[in-house]
């Protein structure tokens, strides 16, 4: 422990925000990290407080307290092997995690949480700027060969562990560039894309062969129009020529199937979903030409859907110039407040302002579209009703229909399963909700019906966070790590 008194001398520390006009001219990070001092205060605030709810709390399970003391002795070297020993990818959490860990430290009971996050984002950024960070190829090779399919955060820790484990691994991705939805989805604001291909050059160095454009298990359209998701795919693959090649198959392709507003006037243009808008833009600021680029310039753009994603398209439109963005969300307001007796060490149901919120936007809370208007076959509004719960059922209140002015509507109402057509041409069964059936068990966990075919990520748990992903992609390595030597020694 760093600091025996240093949660009641210091205060919880934010990270700071370059101001909102500034970060409105470009697409570029604009949290500013905390600072040598700033760090050594935060990680003295921590208690270490004999049972760590925030490593339990965190699904990665970082083992928070020690870091803490580490930065607090300034120790940073120990730091970043202590973090690297549960988490391959500090860089992504440390920006975008919505840190459950803060929820659950014990601090938080009655006071601010530590700042673990911010620690945790400069442990990493610290070891970067050091050249800490180097590839660790295996010093021993298997024979065995491994194919995962899906680059996104839990393809990508699953390759780098089994690499590490000196199995030969193939990544294959659909899109022309590797990452998931960290490339094709979370806004470089939030997450500069350059934290994804520094890690694409250190799995190279470790061994790791990445296979882009490369669709697997296509048949003719196989997505169905309805998808929509990102395919810049130039080749296909089968699973028969997968199961041939490869000693071990691990599925790791997300739930990118969106879920649709299926309301009157639906098909008008200027209507789209979300993972139609923010590709685009991610693709542009990486220096592709888009055609007929999907942007919110001097429009009025409605938001339909309250979680990250819709907030991400709050924050693009705003840095497009759009003239006026508001958010819809169908549940009441949250209070501001949670009542921390109740919910600590649990993630609480709480208002959460995002920085894209702070940009500009106005909220709507406890409203449906019922409608989406039109003239000439484009979108120019939407019909609303205010909704309430009652016994558990949602209820629209009686004239309290109202007409809003749209030229964008984005929907962002989450993700309803993988594209099915990956399952089902590996034979995969599903479960209820539609994605692949895999447990977690400790031995033979995330292997699915089909021999050799394993499952991990949003893929098998549906939609969820970049920390989830890292942590199925690392267990699920292990779990192909036993399968193919009879024991592991990756951790999980
Ligand atoms: C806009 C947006 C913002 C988000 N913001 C946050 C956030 O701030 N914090 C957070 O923690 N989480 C956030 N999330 C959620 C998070 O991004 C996902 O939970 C996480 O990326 C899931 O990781 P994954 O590896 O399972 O799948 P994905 O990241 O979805 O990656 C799957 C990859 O597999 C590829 N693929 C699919 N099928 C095939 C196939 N047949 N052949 C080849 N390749 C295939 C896809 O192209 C994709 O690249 C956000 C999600 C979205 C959409
Ligand atoms: S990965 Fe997320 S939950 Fe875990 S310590 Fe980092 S911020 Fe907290």
């Known amino acids: 422990m760093g600091k025996v008194t240093g949660f009641m001398e210091y205060e919880r520390i934010e990270e700071g925000y370059k101001p909102v006009p500034e970060r409105l001219k470009n697409y570029k990070e604009f949290v500013i990290g905390l600072d ?16 760590p709810f925030c490593n339990s709390g965190c699904p990665v399970n970082n083992i928070i307290p020690d870091f803490n003391d580490m930065v607090f002795r300034a120790d940073w070297k120990s730091a ?3 973090l690297h020993s549960t988490n391959n990818f500090p860089e992504f959490t440390g920006r975008i995690c919505p840190a459950p ?3 659950a430290c014990t601090l938080n009971v009655n006071d601010d949480a530590v700042g673990i996050k911010s620690i945790e984002h400069a442990i990493i ?14 010093p021993h090779k298997t024979g065995k060969k491994v194919a995962v399919v899906g680059s996104g955060p839990a393809g990508m820790a699953a390759a780098q ?8 691994v193939t990544l294959f991705e659909k899109n022309d560039r590797v990452g998931g939805l960290l490339r094709y989805g979370i806004p470089d604001f939030k997450m500069e894309k350059v ?4 890690r694409v050059e250190q799995m190279q160095a470790e061994g790791v062969t990445f296979r882009t454009g490369v669709m697997v298990g296509a048949v003719k359209d196989p997505l169905g129009k309805d998808s929509r998701v990102t395919n810049w795919a130039r080749e296909t693959i089968t699973p028969e020529q997968l199961q041939k090649e490869f000693d071990a198959i691990l599925l790791t392709g997300g739930a990118e199937q969106s879920r649709d507003l299926p309301v009157p006037g639906r098909d008008l243009t200027g209507v789209h979903f979300a993972m139609e808008f923010l590709p685009q833009q991610n693709k542009v600021n990486a220096g592709d030409k888009v055609k007929d680029q999907l942007r919110a310039d001097g429009k009025h753009v409605i938001v339909i859907g309250g979680g990250d994603t819709g907030s991400d398209c709050v924050g693009t439109s705003n840095r497009h110039g759009a003239a006026s963005v508001t958010q819809f969300e169908l549940m009441p307001q949250p209070p501001e407040e949670e009542n921390r007796p109740m919910t600590w060490p649990y993630w609480p149901i709480k208002l959460r302002t995002s920085s894209s919120h702070e940009e500009g936007c106005e909220r709507e809370f406890a409203i449906s579209t019922k409608e989406l208007l039109g003239e000439k076959g484009k979108v120019t509004g939407l019909k609303t009703v205010r909704v309430e719960w009652k016994d558990g059922k949602m209820q629209e209140v009686a004239g309290s229909e109202q007409t809003l002015k749209a030229d964008l509507v984005l929907l962002a109402m989450g ?13 995969v069964e599903k479960d209820a909700r539609g994605n692949a059936r895999a447990t977690t068990d400790f031995v033979g966990g995330y292997a699915t019906n089909v021999p050799k075919v394993f499952a991990a990520g949003d893929i098998r748990r549906g939609q969820s966070l970049v920390v989830w992903a890292i942590r199925e992609g690392r267990q699920a390595a292990r779990s192909v790590d036993e399968f193919l030597m009879g024991y592991s020694d990756l951790p999980r």
């Open 195 to 198: 934290h994804i291909d520094r």
């Open 101 to 103: 860990c803060e929820a």
């Open 80 to 82: 970043i092997d202590t």
């Open 415 to 427: 993700f309803v399963a993988p594209v099915s057509a990956v399952l089902t041409a590996f034979g």
């Open 36 to 51: 040598d001092a700033q760090a050594n205060k935060q990680a003295a605030r921590c208690m270490d407080c004999g049972t």
């Open 125 to 138: 950024d610290r070891a970067w700027a050091e050249g800490w960070v180097k590839p660790q190829p295996s």
């Open 161 to 168: 562990q089994l690499a590490r484990a000196g199995h030969a």
